[in-house]
Each structure stands twice: as structure tokens, then as C-alpha cells.
């Protein structure tokens, strides 16, 4: 009885000085990943951490980002990797951490080295239950062999028919089980939201009307854009699209006048704008439809060019753009208008109604008379001609009269 006493005692000894692991009562765990885009700001995307608590819809992170389906997560077992941090002291904030800020490519060779065990894969769609898009949902397993486990999910692939803009080099998630709340209770489900930083720019130019050496704004000037793809086919993009991240583009026989490809028209400022699109790197037109009454439409495409880096400039119509992070043009630049595209009034006589610049033929026969001001017609020629002639007289007589004086 005494020897029972004492094992007794030591028994309860361990179990009260042993760790006690928390899980969920099921031994499984919901992720719910929230996949998100930012799409106007380029030094946004660190400022959000992960909780795994729900966001609120109109959360910061939220209001300025959307959701992106089509994106691909490959789930792997890295409770291997956790147990030996954990071992060596590492706090499962410090782990996370440490493989969450490694660059993709040295995650993906980490678990090829280690031999980590696949687990699955799940894709980022429409949430009917949380009515939002870029959500994936996945059942995992909270603890492993008596130990909280740990899954490291890699952003290996984009549904290139869907997502059309190319998101910029995204990391790794590393996701240590378990996880509590603000008020200490494990959470489940859990909530994540990978974001990445998209690359797209916003090209603009300002629309000017003219007529001889004056010009002024000019609003109510219709465009249509449109890219050729690599088969040489012209699309323009449609009006109605899916979200400003996701663009679709569609063929057009009468651009002009189809109402279901988007136009963009000049404000009262002359400003053309393209609102809630953002292009990613490529050559791009804008195709004007429609003149004000009283102009006349430019019969060649605007051109647009975007770079692949944020270190170079876009242009329009080969002319460089200073770019606006929050989208908004502050007064001084609108004051400046620096990208002009013209529009000539009808009947204008200045030298832009002409859409051909004179060739240097033309320029060589106005040669010496360069100088001289602008000659309309031959009766200028005759009258400064005869001009030149009574000035020559004039010198003859006088000279004449100085001579015969002295003798």
C-alpha cells in the first residue's frame, strides 16, 4: 500500500508539472484564408497583421483591399519544423515569424530539403455564406502526436483566366496551431488574410480643344481602350467588370457604338481618367468615339505604354505622366494639364488641323523669306517690292544732289 501511496504521488506530481496542450475539442481546426488584394497602394502592404480573428467589414484593411479568386495555396506539414524550433526555445510567434519572411523560392527548396509532408490544396473563390470573394476554407488538424501543430502554405499558381493582373512577389504563410483570441480562448475557425501588392498603373492625358495659336479644355470627348494581343486581334475592355483587379476584354466590330465596351470622357477640366482600372505592364490605345459638336475626333489611337517596373515612367501619347498613389489629382497638377491631347475646331487654320507636319520640301522653298513676317498673298509681294524700289530712287537723288553741291 505504501508503494501504490507513492507511485500515486508522483503520478499527480507529473501531471501537475507537466504542459498541458490546448486544442479544439473535435482535434480539428477551420482555416479560413482571405485572400486580398491592394490595388492603388503601393507601401501598404505590411501594415495589416494577422490575428485570426474575423475582420470587420469595414476594417482598414478591408475597405481598401479586394478579394481575388482563382489563386491557388498548397498546404504542407511543417509540425516537424515547429517541434524543433520549440525545442531550441523558440516562442511559436518567433517560428512563424522566421518562415513567413522568407522569399518563396527558399521556402519551396526548405521543403523539398526537409521532405515535408503534402497535406492539400485549396483555391480562392466566392464565400456564399460569408458573400465575399477570395476566401478558401480548409479542415486541419489542431495537434500531432501530443503536439500543437504547424502548416506552411505556399502561393504557387494564379487562374490566368480570371486574374489578370500580375500581383507582386508574394511570401509564404506559415501558420502555427493553436491560436487564441483576444479574450484567450483557442480560436476556431481561424481567420488569415494573405495579401499581396498588385503592380497596375493609372494612365491619364487632358483633352484640349484649339483653333489657330489659342486653346482651352475641352469636356465631352469619348474614348474607348483598347490592347492587340499576340494573335494581332484588337479588344477593347468591356464595360461591366468583375472587380478593378480582374479585367475583362472583349472583341468589338463598331467600338463607337457598342455600349458594352467602357468609354472614358473628358471632365470639365479636360481630364481623362481611368477610374477603377488599373492596367498591369503592356501597350495599350485609346480610341477616340466621339468629338464635341463643333470638333473634330482625332483619327489616330492615343498610345499608352506601361512599364513591367515601378521605376519607369508611363507614357501617353509618348509623352511621360507623374503618377498619384491615392488616385487623386491635386489641384496644381490638373492646373498644369502637362499630357495635351488636341482636338482642332472645325474650320480651325492652325497648323495642327493638319494631321501630316510640313516635310522638309516644303520648308526648303520658303528658304530666305523666312524672315521676312507672314505674306498672304501676291499683292504684298508687289507692294513690298515697289517699296524697295523708291528706296533706291530716293538714294540715287540724294546722292545725286550731294554731288552737285560740291561742285
Known amino acids: 500500500m505504501r508503494k501504490i501511496a507513492i507511485a500515486l504521488a508522483i503520478l499527480i506530481l507529473l501531471m501537475l508539472g507537466s504542459p ?17 488584394v491592394l490595388p492603388a497602394a503601393k507601401q501598404e502592404t505590411g501594415r495589416y497583421p494577422n490575428s485570426g480573428e474575423q475582420l470587420a467589414g469595414n476594417s482598414p484593411l478591408l475597405s481598401k483591399t479586394e478579394g481575388l479568386n482563382g489563386i491557388r495555396f498548397k498546404i504542407y506539414d511543417a509540425t516537424p519544423l515547429r517541434t524543433a524550433a520549440a525545442g531550441q526555445g523558440a516562442t511559436a510567434d518567433e517560428f512563424t515569424s522566421t518562415y513567413t519572411n522568407m522569399e518563396i523560392g527558399a521556402a519551396q527548396q526548405l521543403i523539398d530539403q526537409q521532405g515535408l509532408h503534402y497535406v492539400t490544396t485549396i483555391t480562392t473563390g466566392r464565400d456564399a455564406q460569408l458573400r465575399e470573394d477570395g476566401v478558401a476554407r480548409v479542415q486541419l488538424p489542431s495537434v500531432s502526436h501530443g503536439a500543437p501543430t504547424a502548416f506552411y502554405l505556399i502561393e504557387d499558381w494564379q ?178 494639364a502637362r499630357v495635351r491631347v488636341y482636338n482642332e475646331k472645325i474650320g480651325s487654320s492652325s497648323p495642327g488641323s493638319s494631321n501630316s507636319s510640313p516635310n522638309s520640301h516644303q520648308q526648303a522653298q520658303h528658304g530666305w523669306l523666312d524672315f521676312l513676317p507672314q505674306l498672304g498673298n501676291r499683292r504684298s509681294l508687289i507692294t513690298i517690292g515697289l517699296g524697295l524700289i523708291l528706296m533706291v530712287c530716293a538714294g540715287i537723288v540724294w546722292r545725286s544732289r550731294k554731288r552737285d553741291r560740291r561742285h
Open 159 to 336: 487562374d490566368t483566366s480570371t486574374v489578370n493582373l500580375v500581383a507582386a512577389q508574394f511570401k509564404p504563410l506559415m501558420l502555427a496551431l493553436n491560436i487564441r483570441g483576444a479574450d484567450g480562448t483557442v480560436l476556431d475557425p481561424i481567420h488569415f488574410y494573405p495579401k499581396n501588392e498588385i503592380y497596375a498603373r493609372d494612365p491619364y492625358f487632358f483633352k484640349f480643344g484649339r483653333n489657330d495659336d489659342k486653346e482651352w479644355r475641352l469636356a465631352g470627348a469619348s474614348f474607348v481602350l483598347a490592347r492587340r494581343t499576340t494573335a494581332g486581334e484588337l479588344l477593347y475592355l468591356a464595360d461591366k467588370q468583375p472587380s478593378t483587379t480582374q479585367l475583362r476584354w472583349q472583341l468589338s466590330t463598331d467600338p463607337a457604338g457598342d455600349r458594352s465596351i467602357r468609354r472614358f470622357t473628358s471632365d470639365a477640366s479636360g481630364l481623362v481618367a481611368t477610374p477603377n482600372v488599373l492596367l498591369p505592364g503592356g501597350d495599350y490605345q485609346f480610341q477616340e468615339v466621339e468629338a464635341p459638336t463643333g470638333y473634330t475626333r482625332r483619327p489616330t489611337p492615343v498610345p499608352v505604354h506601361i512599364p513591367r517596373t515601378w521605376q519607369e515612367a508611363v507614357t501617353v501619347d509618348h509623352q511621360k505622366i507623374v503618377e498619384y498613389p491615392t488616385s487623386v489629382f491635386p489641384d496644381h497638377e490638373i492646373k498644369l
Open 20 to 36: 498541458t496542450v490546448v486544442h479544439a475539442t473535435s482535434g480539428k481546426v477551420e482555416l479560413i484564408l482571405h485572400k486580398r
